[in-house]
């Protein structure tokens, strides 16, 4: 039996967090991002270690530009993230399109850019903060160092409360 179970779950629920905001600063580098058209792009991230090919189509499936990040760090890798993948996202994309092509060839994954406008980071930093104090619990919990806590804060504010207030 694994004695810090909440530790693996936190380090998971973390390392999920870090790939959903790496895959949005990397594409803050592009063009990608700000551009409306784009609603979709192909990352292949298996041909070369030190980068990543991105392709960008729009909605009709076409080919709109092309980009490519340089790899200098691990941590610079665009690993699958679920929340921004067509397949997870359920994105619908023309049949016998470019980006079907794309994803036929099933050398990367394709970011639904849509999903990933509409992330917020700040608000899953938050989340991702509540997740793992939670999955830490169980075992401070286990261990005897909690016995007892309160979520939230009367009216539900993420501030603290003002010096002199009650």
Known sequence: MNEFRGFDEARTIMWCHEARAR??????????LA??????????NTSRADRIFLTAYDRDGRLVSADTLYIDEPNQRLDITPEFDHDFTRMRFPAESELEQAIAREDGWVINMEVLRDHDLLADRRATQRAVLLAHLGDMMASGQA??????????SDEPP???AT
């Open 35 to 44: 551009d409306e058209a784009v609603v979709a792009v192909h990352v292949e």
């Open 162 to 164: 003002a010096p002199g």
């Open 147 to 156: 016995r007892g806590f309160l979520l939230g804060q009367a009216g539900d």
């Open 23 to 32: 895959v949005q600063e990397r594409l803050g580098h592009t063009s990608f």
